[in-house]
Nanobody, 121 residues
């Protein structure tokens, strides 16, 4: 009913930048919270950043000052600008959105398929 399409992952050298995008589509009435999580091999999935409004954002301590989350409500899209990347940022990044849908009218949390970010040192 709701699909998330992620893009922007890839291989980058330490100190470089990448921008992730996640576009939501489907029977969407409204989107509340949007966020990015990541999971490195052998580790638990962790929150990277989330956004409700431009004034309501939350970041993991490990990415503060380096990553910026933003959203384009007209496009139902959330972005993650990642600068000064480190090898420890290597992980699969997942988009997560809280969305109200039609038929039936309800709130869902939806996950993207994941996009791999590899930072070489």
């Amino acid at each position: 009913q709701v699909q998330l399409v992620e893009s922007g992952g890839g291989l980058v050298q330490a100190g470089g930048s990448l921008r992730l995008s996640c576009a939501a589509s489907g029977s969407i009435v409204s989107i509340n919270r949007m966020g990015w999580y990541r999971q490195a091999p052998g580790k638990q999935r962790e929150l990277v950043a989330s956004i409700v409004t431009s004034d309501t954002t939350n970041y993991a301590d490990s990415v503060k000052g380096r990553f910026t989350i933003s959203r384009d409500n007209a496009k139902n899209t959330v972005y993650l600008q990642m600068n000064s990347l480190k090898s420890e940022d290597t992980a699969t990044y997942y988009c997560n959105v809280g969305v109200v849908v039609l038929s039936p009218y309800r709130y869902l949390e939806v996950w993207g398929q994941g996009t791999l970010v590899t930072v070489s040192s």
